[in-house]
């Protein structure tokens, strides 16, 4: 039901005699709380439209939001194509490696080439500050 088929409505039933002319005041004062005695159906249509508005206002909100989140899953899931490994390999170094899907190394941390230098390193220090004879 849309808003001017509503309006429409209540319009018709303010103005048709018998419905908005029965009763007391007091129940007029009862059916729209907060407009006294001298509350009308014309103000409680608006009010019934203010609020149809307020409610298709927060359903658009959670149409923007889903489609937010609809938007946000291709990002997530390129967050999520690696799966990392940590290890340590045989010199005690800790190695992480991001592996696709598919089991190939994407990327190391830290690099081949780091570690092979390292070992060097520790090699030649040891030659040059060796306690054997």
Do not use: C, H, W
């Not at 849309?2 to 009763?23: C, E, H, W, Y």
């Not at 889903?66 to 190695?95: L, S, T, W």
């Not at 081949?112 to 520790?122: A, T």
């Amino acid at each position: 039901m849309n808003i001017d088929s509503l309006k429409t409505t209540l319009m018709a039933l303010s103005t048709t005699p018998g419905v908005a002319g029965q009763g007391s005041e007091k129940q007029t004062a009862a059916a729209a709380p907060g407009r006294g005695v001298q509350g009308s159906a014309a103000p409680l249509a608006e009010d019934i439209v203010s609020v149809t508005r307020q409610q298709q206002a927060a359903s658009d909100k959670e149409e923007k939001k889903q489609a937010q989140n609809k938007a946000a899953e291709p990002r997530n899931a390129e967050i999520y194509k690696y799966k990392a490994v940590f290890a340590v390999d045989d010199d005690k170094n800790v190695v992480i490696r991001f592996v696709d899907k598919k089991g190939k190394v994407v990327q190391q941390v830290p690099p081949e080439e780091y570690l092979e230098m390292v070992s060097k390193f520790r090699a030649s220090t040891e030659n040059l500050f060796s306690t054997k004879a």
